[in-house]
Every structure is written in structure tokens, then in C-alpha cells.
């Protein structure tokens, strides 16, 4: 493939398992930037290997830390993507053929349509992980992320294409492994939620546990991939609840926020 004036940027901690999966995703690339925020897995070597340049930092919270990296670049396109992403050869293909019009014209940038593994198959009909369209190409001068200190978004100053072929996500590879997100995902919604001065509503628990899961399993089809869609509505509505649960713990017992902290980088879960 000829190469474009396109940074691919991925930020990792103990990614070494993938990372090279992921930056060999993108062929067309003429320079390839890793973040890394401390890893000690080897992640910085696997990288290196795979021809990224690799850059230390430490971990400014998901939207900061996507900010921070764009600014790395040394193009103005950005095609971004986490570790347990990879451009599937038909995605690498369309964007290879359709980016140089795009960065021609005054676009802010593309949306990817990601489909995830699950439970170590392929999800085939939950709307959240087959198809979901995501910001990852853009014009740094066009867009921006979202400083949210988790479920950042990229948000664009004009108009925007949507490619069409998948874009792989290698999803937690284990319940194990997604249950470890979530905990680290809802430590860090539940802080949001007492920074911003919400009061803790724990009445509200059943109905939000109820809706989070009639919303997953029906209403984003995850009936019909079967007991994984079953697994994938139960983990949200158990999430949506337990963040708020935390919250309450968080207003409470205020001296729960640093221990937590403690146990979580115990595990490598404190970023």
C-alpha cells in the first residue's frame, strides 16, 4: 500500500499481546505513535518492533490523554485507535482508496463502523458491537475530544464520511477481563458523579437495573445472539447500578475514594 500523511496513534499500558496486531492493521500509515502511560509488560519493545515511535506519559484521563497524543503528531490527520482494535484488509483497502479525497477537501474527519468479539465469537446482532459507528479519523485543526474522564467522544467541526467495512474489535477476550473494565470504568463515573455534585439516588436502583437490561437485551437486539446477549445485558445493567452504588459509598465514606484507589493499582486498574 503507498503510504499517506496519516498518524496512526495508539495509547497502551501492558498492551504487548496486541499492539502489534493492531499497528500492522494500518499499512498506509507513514508514521505510527504509541503513547504509552507505564507499562511493564514490554509493550514499548512490541511496539518498536511493529515501527512505531513510542512516547512515555503519564495517564491524564481518556479524553486528556487522546488530546495530549494528537498533539504528538507529526501530521495533521489522525487515525486513532485503541490496542484491541484492527483494521479489518477491507477497511484498510476503503481507507487507503478514499482518505486522500478526504483530507483533500475541508472534512473534519471519518467514522468507523466497529464490530466486536465476544466471549470469544464474533457478536452478530447487538447493536453496540456490530456496526457501531466511532469517530477515528480527523483533521486535528477539525475536531476535538471530549475531556470526559471515561466515554470520551470525538467531536467534529464539519462534515463527516462513514466508511463502511469493519473495523475489528477484539473485546474483552474473557467475562474475567470485562469484569476488570467495568470496575475501573465505573470507579472512574462514579467519581465523575460526586465531582460534578449529584446526589446519590439509590431508590432509583431496581428501575435503573430494569431499563439498562430491557434496553441491551431487547431493544439492542441482544436476545438474538443468545446467551452472550444475554452475558452482555446482564454486565451493563450490573454496571449501570454498581456506579451508582459507588457513588453513594464515595458521598458517605469519603476515605473509601483513596483506598479504592489503592486496591485498584494494585490490580493495574488506576488509569
Request: proline content about 5%; glycine content about 8%.
Amino acid at each position: 500500500m503507498a503510504r499517506l500523511s496519516v498518524s496512526l496513534i495508539v495509547m497502551t499500558r501492558d498492551e504487548a499481546h496486541q499492539v502489534g496486531r493492531c499497528l500492522d492493521s494500518v499499512p498506509f500509515a507513514d508514521e505510527k505513535l504509541v503513547v504509552d502511560s507505564g507499562s511493564t509488560d514490554g509493550t514499548r519493545e512490541v511496539a518498536e518492533r511493529h515501527g512505531a515511535r513510542v512516547v512515555e506519559q503519564l495517564w491524564l484521563g481518556f479524553g486528556p490523554q487522546r488530546n495530549f497524543s494528537t498533539g504528538l503528531a507529526r501530521n495533521d490527520w489522525i487515525l486513532f485507535l485503541d490496542a484491541d482494535e484492527a483494521l479489518s484488509p477491507a477497511l484498510a483497502a476503503e481507507l487507503e482508496a478514499g482518505l486522500p479525497a478526504l483530507m483533500a477537501s475541508g472534512a473534519a474527519g471519518g467514522r468507523l463502523l466497529r464490530s466486536a468479539w465476544y466471549m470469544g465469537a464474533p457478536m452478530r446482532f447487538y447493536r453496540p458491537m456490530v456496526g457501531e459507528p466511532h469517530g477515528r479519523v480527523y483533521h486535528r485543526g477539525r475536531a476535538r475530544w471530549t475531556d470526559a474522564r471515561v466515554h470520551e467522544t470525538l467531536v467534529f467541526d464539519g462534515p463527516v464520511r462513514t466508511f463502511r467495512a469493519p473495523l475489528h474489535h477484539h473485546h474483552s477476550p474473557t467475562l474475567v477481563h470485562k469484569q476488570l473494565k467495568v470496575l475501573r470504568y465505573a470507579e472512574l463515573k462514579a467519581l465523575s458523579r460526586l465531582e460534578a455534585g449529584r446526589p446519590p439516588a439509590l431508590w432509583q436502583v431496581p428501575f435503573v437495573w430494569t431499563a439498562a437490561f430491557a434496553k441491551d437485551y431487547l431493544l439492542r437486539l441482544g436476545f438474538l445472539d443468545g446467551w452472550r446477549g444475554l452475558a452482555v445485558a446482564h454486565v451493563a445493567a450490573n454496571y449501570a447500578v454498581y456506579q451508582r452504588l459507588r457513588h453513594y459509598e464515595l458521598v458517605v465514606n469519603p476515605s473509601s475514594r483513596e483506598e479504592a484507589a489503592r486496591e485498584l493499582a494494585r490490580h493495574g486498574l488506576d488509569r
